[in-house]
Every structure is written in C-alpha cells, then in structure tokens.
C-alpha cells in the first residue's frame, strides 16, 4: 500500500506570496491532520480533516486554511507569507483520527525569503 | 499549559547501554500516547502507542514503554541501543481536549556513540 505523500517537498517563496501545499493519504484513510515543525517550537498541529470537515483546528492565524476533497487528498494554504512561516510541514492520515495511528509522509519543506 | 513534556532534549548513549527517553503528560484522564521517531530529512514514523489495557506496550525495532497513570509517565526504553537508533523521539497524546488534536513533546535528540 503506498504511503503518505506530500508534494512539492521543497519550496521557496517570498514574503507576502501565498503557497499551497498537498497531501495525498494512505488509501482508505479518511483523516488528514497537518503539523508544522519549526525547531524553535516543535510540532504543532494545524488542523484535521475528516470526510471533507475541519473538525479541530489548532492555535494558528487565518492566513492559514485548508481543505480535502472527496478523495481524501488535503490542501492547506498560507497567504501572505511571513518569514516565521518558513518551517517543514507535516501531512499524516489515519483512518478515524489522531487517536488511531497516523501515518506521516515526508513533509514539504518551505523556506521564506 | 504544555500538555506533553519531554525531560531531556539531547540524550546520549553509547552502544549496547541501556536508552531511556522520558515522557510526562498532563492529564486527569488517561489519554492515548504514542512514541514517534523521526529520522533527517523524514516524516514521523510510529514506534508504538498506548490506548487502553496493557500498560507495557512493545514496539518496533526492540522499544518499550511503560503507561503509568499514577505518574503520569510514559517513558521509552530499549535494552540495548544500536547506531541506526539515533534520531529525534516525539512523545505524544491525543484525547486530551478532544479525541482530534495531538499534542506533541518537544523532542529527544538520542545520539548513538560507539
């Protein structure tokens, strides 16, 4: 069964533009939960989506969004790129949610100049 | 308040020496918990995880932890380290606000000498 992918994995904007990233789950799963890992504070949640709803949305202005689609595939979008945005995000999917096992892919690496 | 403490951001053992990585977590009622680990340039692979029964869980590539509700803990440990063991380890928990939200610790760089 293929994994977890993210795609680009890396990507390099500047200040003020906006970006979208995607992640494509395990067949199956039906959860897609986005972290962002920076090493000053860690990994932090972002949002989850199930069946195509935001059901938990974590701690972060609304520059930041996302969305899945009827296939389970995720989009999350940032507008107005700051420079503290530049951070590895995380996509991993579950079947029901994060307190089944969630598989993680590789991340996107964004970088803001 | 952090929901997930990680005592220790670097730990280092030599090979074959016991590897222990502690976790608190902050909670009135147990929690699910997991240990991920993350190698460079990687996403978070799980190593093992606790929802309900057993508070010994085992794991892959020889880890264990132990759940202990009286102390909030739920530190990893693995017998005997080896060189490819080295790597960042997350603790983390979910359900403690609601069953969608993981919560992760801020890390353990486990560093591996020979």
């Known amino acids: 069964k293929a994994g977890v992918t993210q795609t680009p994995r890396y990507l390099i904007k500047t200040r003020g533009q906006q970006v979208t990233l995607s992640c494509s789950p395990i067949s199956g799963h039906r959860s897609v939960s986005w972290y962002q890992q920076t090493p000053g504070q860690g990994l932090q949640f972002l949002f989850e989506y199930f069946s195509e709803t935001q059901r938990n949305k974590g701690n972060f202005p609304g520059r930041f969004s996302g969305r899945q689609f009827s296939n389970s595939r995720s989009e999350m979008n940032v507008s107005t790129l700051e420079l503290g945005d530049s951070a590895l995000y995380l996509c991993?999917?579950?079947?029901?949610?994060?307190?089944?096992?969630?598989?993680f892919g590789p991340g996107t690496r964004l970088t803001v100049l | 308040a952090q929901s997930v403490t990680q005592l220790g951001s670097h730990v280092s053992v030599s090979e074959g020496a016991l590897v222990l990585l502690r976790c608190n977590y902050s909670?009135?009622?147990?929690?699910?918990l997991f240990w991920y680990v993350q190698y460079p340039n990687q996403g978070l692979q799980l190593l093992l995880k606790?929802?309900?029964?057993?508070?010994l869980v085992k794991g892959i590539n020889g880890f264990e932890a132990e759940f202990k509700k009286s102390e909030t803990s739920f530190h990893l440990t693995k017998p005997s380290a080896h060189m490819s063991d080295a790597a960042e380890y997350f603790c983390a928990v979910s359900g403690l606000y609601n069953n969608n939200d993981m919560r992760f610790g801020a890390g353990t760089r486990l560093t591996v000498k020979p």
């Open positions: 909670s009135s009622v147990p929690p699910y």
């Open positions: 606790y929802t309900t029964g057993a508070t």
């Open positions: 991993a999917s579950s079947l029901v949610g994060s307190t089944d096992t969630q598989y």
